[in-house]
């Protein structure tokens, strides 16, 4: 089966740069187009009594940062992708649950792969398995190549 639109979710990580260039790499070949994907994480308030709770405009501070990132690391993606003349689009989500937001970006859109790295920032769980790729893996209706 010939893959026509490829899903490439990004945090901006190296490991998850090396997936895109492999999506765009991969895009080009197939003469297929892709669809870049961040997910915000919102800054959470803390558990009351389990340490210093934020004031709203420390929240909205970190909440304006997440949004820069993702524009930085959507921006990025996008670059790579005019570089190669593959036909990209892009798109920044917020949530909570990035595997998530991936499988339903993939449905939504009509994707017919999901590339992406093996694991990215996501503190401890960056090194095993990656906690969102495993989530996708198990989960997606379509094919995923994970990127090494």
Avoid: K, W
């Avoid at 998850?16 to 915000?40: K, N, Y």
């Avoid at 992708?81 to 990035?98: D, F, H, L, M």
Wanted: charged fraction near 20%; hydrophobic fraction near 45%.
């Amino acid at each position: 089966m010939p893959y026509r639109h490829l899903l490439v979710p990004t945090d901006g990580s190296e490991r998850s740069l090396r997936a895109v260039r492999e999506a765009v790499g991969l895009a080009a070949a197939l003469g297929a187009r892709i669809s870049v994907l961040t997910v915000e994480q919102q800054p959470r308030m803390p558990v009351p009594g389990m340490g210093e709770r934020l004031d709203a405009a420390t929240l909205a501070t970190l909440a304006s940062a997440a949004r820069q990132e993702s524009e930085r690391v959507v921006n990025e993606a996008m670059a790579i992708a005019a570089a190669a003349g593959v036909g990209a689009t892009a798109e920044r989500i917020s949530g909570e649950r990035p595997h998530r937001a991936i499988l339903a970006a993939a449905d939504r859109l009509g994707c017919d792969l999901i590339v992406m790295a093996s694991h990215g920032r996501r503190g401890f769980q960056r090194m095993l398995l990656g906690s969102q790729t495993q989530g996708v893996l198990v989960q997606a209706g379509v094919p995923v190549l994970v990127i090494r």
